[in-house]
C-alpha cells in the first residue's frame, strides 16, 4: 500500500526494495466520538440488528486519519517507507474509539 508516494507495508519487507537504514518506531494516534445524532442513528440500528453505517464511516475515517499520522510521523524522521504496520483500537468510553497505527519507520531502495 502507498500513501500519497510513501511505502507502507503490513509484512516486514518490501518485495523488490531492500531496507536500507531502520529509522524506528513510528505512530499515528486519534480518538473519535460520534457526535448525538449519529449515537441517535447507531442507536436505532442497534435495535433491529445489522451494520450500523454511522459508525463503519467513522472507523474508517479514524483509520485514515491515524495513517497519516504516522505516515507524517516517519517523514519527520526522513523514513521514505512503514514496515511491519498494525492498527490496534480501543474504547475510550461509550461513545469514544481509539485508533493506533505504528510500525517501523525505514529508508528503502529498489533492487
Same mark, same amino acid.
Given at each position: 500500500m502507498e500513501v500519497s508516494e510513501f511505502?507502507?507495508?503490513?509484512?516486514?519487507?518490501?518485495p523488490g526494495y531492500e531496507v536500507l537504514?531502520?529509522?524506528g518506531f513510528v505512530y499515528g494516534l486519534t480518538v473519535r466520538?460520534?457526535?448525538l445524532g449519529g449515537q441517535i442513528g447507531a442507536g436505532?440500528? &442497534?435495535v433491529f440488528?445489522? /451494520? =450500523?453505517?454511522? @459508525?463503519?464511516k467513522m472507523m474508517e475515517q479514524t483509520r485514515d486519519e491515524a495513517l497519516n499520522r504516522m505516515?507524517?510521523?516517519?517523514?519527520?524522521?526522513?523514513?521514505?517507507?512503514?514496515?511491519s504496520v498494525r492498527f490496534d483500537s480501543n474504547?475510550? &468510553?461509550?461513545?469514544?474509539? /481509539? =485508533?493506533?497505527? @505504528?510500525?517501523?519507520?525505514?529508508?528503502?531502495?529498489?533492487?
Amino acid at each position: 500500500m502507498e500513501v500519497s508516494e510513501f511505502i507502507v507495508a503490513s509484512c516486514n519487507h518490501v518485495p523488490g526494495y531492500e531496507v536500507l537504514e531502520n529509522r524506528g518506531f513510528v505512530y499515528g494516534l486519534t480518538v473519535r466520538s460520534r457526535g448525538l445524532g449519529g449515537q441517535i442513528g447507531a442507536g436505532i440500528r &442497534s435495535v433491529f440488528g445489522g /451494520e =450500523i453505517k454511522e @459508525y463503519v464511516k467513522m472507523m474508517e475515517q479514524t483509520r485514515d486519519e491515524a495513517l497519516n499520522r504516522m505516515v507524517d510521523h516517519a517523514k519527520q524522521m526522513d523514513a521514505n517507507a512503514i514496515i511491519s504496520v498494525r492498527f490496534d483500537s480501543n474504547d475510550i &468510553s461509550d461513545i469514544m474509539q /481509539e =485508533i493506533l497505527a @505504528y510500525g517501523t519507520a525505514v529508508i528503502v531502495q529498489k533492487k
